[in-house]
């Protein structure tokens, strides 16, 4: 028998809830660099920064799709520089340090590259397997910061916004190594956040779950028959977008967060605040695995 599954919303009209300003944008005559940038929360959070006028230095492997986001921010007056590389490649902090440094520094650097892919019992795992896992969420991350930091701290200020997952603030059974990276990424947020501040450079992250994204397609990969499954899973009732990261990374990256450096902002739909807890109905709810018919 062939499943059918759930299909998902229309994108939002907007990159952005926020209200945005035309004649002093949040953002505006800020240079922000986003990697990961052509699809999913990379993705969505360029297109938030650029809507609220930054400047944006787009990173990706994948030419095509980042052309694709390059081009629908340009319609809100920003035209992004774009540059096709792998963030994990010990030539590119250069290279988008330099692209940065062409348009007066990058006061925004948004480290968003991660990968997430089900690796199976750590017993089963690699050396080899621990080295990707550690270059595609932690290594790039202080690599790309290591680049950019210093021009943030010479000009007297600056953000970098990390992206690390709710799976490195609790236990990921099948994916221990992958954890453990985004543990780090939320550790090493939290200690050079206290290094920096004297320097006018803050440094936050974002936890993410749940988002309908191409490598976590949560609509595509939930079958029809548990659709109504989806507002017990996740308390806010819905699958995450990208644009709910575009919106909190606006948030810790503006002044309307001046006061906030060193923390970890959950954009999970409130799954971590009920973890193992289900909701049975509009009253009940139950931790106890039960099948679903």
Same mark, same amino acid.
């Given at each position: 028998m062939s499943r059918r599954y759930l299909q998902p919303p229309p994108e939002p009209e907007l990159p952005s809830s926020l209200p945005r300003s035309a004649d002093a944008p949040l953002l505006g005559g800020r240079v922000a660099v986003v990697s990961g940038a052509a699809r999913g929360i990379g993705a969505g959070i360029a297109r938030a920064l650029g809507y609220h006028g930054a400047t944006l230095v787009l990173v990706d492997t994948d030419e095509a799709a980042l052309a694709a986001t390059a081009a629908g921010i340009a319609a809100f007056g920003v035209s992004p520089a774009a540059i096709v590389a792998d963030v994990t490649a010990s030539g590119t902090p250069g290279l988008v340090c330099t692209a940065a440094d062409d348009? %007066? !520094?990058? +006061?925004?650097? /948004?480290?968003?590259? &991660?990968?997430?892919?089900?690796? *199976?019992?750590?017993? +089963?795992?690699? #050396?080899?397997?621990?080295?990707?896992?550690?270059?595609?969420?932690?290594?790039?991350?202080?690599?790309?910061?290591?680049?950019?930091? #210093? &021009?943030?701290? =010479? @000009? &007297? !200020? %600056?953000? $970098?916004?990390?992206?690390?997952? /709710? =799976?490195?603030? @609790? *236990?990921? #059974? !099948?994916?221990? /190594?992958? %954890?453990?990276?985004?543990?780090? $990424?939320?550790?090493?947020?939290?200690?050079?956040?206290? =290094?920096? %501040?004297?320097? &006018? /450079?803050?440094?936050?992250?974002?936890?993410?779950?749940f988002t309908d994204t191409p490598q976590t397609p949560m609509w595509a990969s939930t079958d029809e028959r548990y659709s109504d499954h989806v507002g017990k899973w996740v308390p806010a009732g819905r699958f995450g977008h990208p644009r709910d990261h575009g919106d909190a990374a606006v948030f810790l990256v503006s002044d309307q967060s001046a006061f906030v450096t060193g923390s970890t902002l959950r954009v999970d739909g409130g799954t971590l605040a009920a973890p193992g807890w289900f909701r049975r109905d509009a009253k009940r709810f139950t931790n106890l695995p039960r099948p679903l018919g």
């Open positions: 348009l %007066g !520094g990058a +006061d925004i650097l /948004v480290n968003n590259v &991660g990968d997430f892919r089900p690796d *199976g019992p750590f017993l +089963d795992s690699t #050396p080899d397997g621990w080295g990707r896992m550690f270059a595609l969420n932690l290594g790039h991350v202080l690599a790309m910061t290591h680049a950019l930091l #210093p &021009g943030m701290v =010479e @000009r &007297g !200020g %600056g953000n $970098v916004l990390n992206v690390s997952s /709710v =799976e490195g603030l @609790r *236990g990921i #059974p !099948g994916n221990a /190594v992958y %954890g453990a990276m985004k543990a780090a $990424v939320i550790s090493f947020t939290a200690s050079l956040a206290a =290094e920096v %501040g004297q320097h &006018g /450079v803050r440094v936050n992250a974002l936890a993410p779950d």
